[in-house]
């Protein structure tokens, strides 16, 4: 029996090139609460639940993080990051890639764990209607990457078992939580995670970009 696949996307440096314009608006957040913290160790955390992002910020800088001070991080990240919004662009192939699949009648869902506030920026510039196509955001389940709640709750949307999901990412979280809720995942290096790292993290096959997944989308069961 053929099982056809379904494809769930994350958003963040995987449809849209947005990664850096993250990591300089938490810096700017990180900024106005006083906390130092080098840039690069602020991009290996974009992508990941909140809740982690502030466990591993009380790690690395021994500073009480209240749920209060969380909070205005969020806010003031959300805030710098629309500032950003004119800076944003999809990601070579990703209008495409999402064509096609439409046009081949493949269901497609995004996954984001960014909350609508910035993903609306992100959606608006891949010209994605989340009145139309399935969008799950952080505000939506209990808890984000690398918990699979996001991609358990866009295959739901679609009406697909997850076991038939391709995750598509660019992050080692996406890759995690994809391993967790057994679908398989399909890295991207436009987020600047290398292939090594989402191999490892659970990764099948590792792609330059969505336009280069599009020229391999048979590999990944993409037909029409």
């Known amino acids: 029996m053929r099982i056809d696949p379904v494809f769930l996307f994350d958003l963040d440096g995987t449809l849209v090139d947005s990664v850096y314009q993250h990591v300089l608006a938490w810096r700017e957040a990180l900024d106005a609460e006083g906390i130092e913290l080098s840039v690069w160790r602020i991009h290996r955390k974009v992508g990941m639940s909140g809740g982690l992002f502030a466990n591993q910020l009380l790690r690395e800088t021994e500073l009480d993080i209240s749920e209060e001070r969380v909070e205005r991080l969020r806010l003031a990240h959300a805030e710098a990051y629309r500032q950003y919004a004119d800076r944003i662009r999809p990601l070579p192939g990703a209008r495409e890639l999402l064509s096609f699949l439409t046009d081949a009648g493949i269901p497609w869902a995004i996954a984001t764990s960014g909350r609508m ?6 959606l608006a510039a891949l010209g994605v209607d ?7 955001t952080r505000d939506q389940v209990r808890y984000a990457k690398p918990d699979p ?3 358990l709750a866009a295959a739901d949307r679609l009406g697909a078992r997850i076991e038939t999901a391709m995750v598509v990412g660019d992050a080692i979280w996406d890759m995690l939580a994809a391993t ?3 679908a398989l995942g399909v890295g991207l290096l436009s987020g600047g995670y290398g ?4 191999r490892q993290a659970g990764a099948i096959r590792v792609y330059e970009d969505p336009a280069d997944l ?3 989308i048979d590999e990944v069961g993409g037909r029409r």
């Open 117 to 122: 506030e910035t993903a609306a920026v992100n």
């Open 130 to 136: 989340p009145g139309v196509v399935p969008v799950v």
């Open 149 to 151: 709640d996001l991609f």
């Open 180 to 182: 967790r809720c057994r």
């Open 195 to 198: 292939s090594e790292e989402l």
């Open 214 to 216: 599009l020229n391999h």
